[in-house]
């Protein structure tokens, strides 16, 4: 089984709103990864979680914040975002941080931002 | 510094037609990985083959089939006789550090 899932599919909000996005995995990985990935645009690195610990954080603004309760969980709280944020945010994991590991994506949030 | 281009943007065809779509790399690293992801309509990117730095074999697997050539940091995709369901945007990506991916090829495939 090599499922990534990610709730909610949608979210529509204000820049004031405060929400969160999730994604689970159940394989086992020691690694997970957020993407953001704007319209005809290839996937850009947000954050790296290995073993639970932030490892990488690509200069994203503040109003993102990561978390990682377990190592099958991973969070994405935003706060205050604005229009340009709208994106689809990916979720993925692979087997540990090593490069040769491939990272299995999930099917993505579409957040639209008001 | 590490860069992936994949030159076409947009490649139409019609169903049972070959194409390919093709891949070029930039790397320093002596020991590096390149992947092939799929991302159809609906968003997720789905895995489709990794390839290490050392293994230059070509790689077949039902339609599809992958060409990695060192001497020319090429790593191409041909999908033989095409399918509608082929239709997406498909992604050459390559890890030293962080995944890199290409601009992506969005591939549509005609009835």
């Known amino acids: 089984d090599t499922e990534v899932t990610q709730t909610p599919k949608h979210l529509v909000m204000g820049m004031t709103n405060k929400k969160s996005l999730k994604c689970e995995q159940h394989m086992g990985h020691r690694a997970m990864y957020w993407y953001k990935q704007k319209a005809k645009k290839p996937p850009e690195l947000m954050f790296v979680y290995s073993y639970e610990k932030l490892s990488i954080n690509e200069s994203v603004p503040s109003r993102f914040s990561p978390e990682c309760p377990n190592s099958s969980l991973l969070n994405l709280h935003l706060h205050a975002l604005q229009p340009e944020d709208s994106a689809l945010y990916l979720c993925?994991?692979?087997?540990?941080?090593?490069?040769?590991?491939?990272?299995?994506f999930g099917p993505g949030t579409r957040l639209t931002v008001t | 510094a590490q860069k992936v281009t994949q030159a076409q943007t947009e490649i139409s065809v019609v169903e049972k037609e070959d194409v390919t779509l093709d891949c070029v790399y930039e790397?320093?690293?002596?020991?590096?990985?390149l992947f092939w992801y799929k991302q159809p309509p609906s968003g997720e990117l789905v895995f489709l083959i990794r390839?290490?730095?050392?293994?230059?074999q070509n790689e077949i697997s039902g339609r599809y089939s992958w060409n990695f050539q060192k001497s020319t940091s090429s790593f191409n995709f041909t999908i033989t006789a095409s399918q509608v369901v082929d239709s997406a945007v498909y992604f050459c990506a390559l890890k030293g550090g962080k995944l890199i991916f290409g601009q992506g090829t969005e591939l549509s495939v005609k009835p």
């Open positions: 790397t320093r690293d002596t020991t590096y990985y």
């Open positions: 390839r290490n730095s050392f293994d230059e």
């Open positions: 993925a994991s692979s087997q540990g941080p090593a490069k040769s590991y491939e990272q299995y």
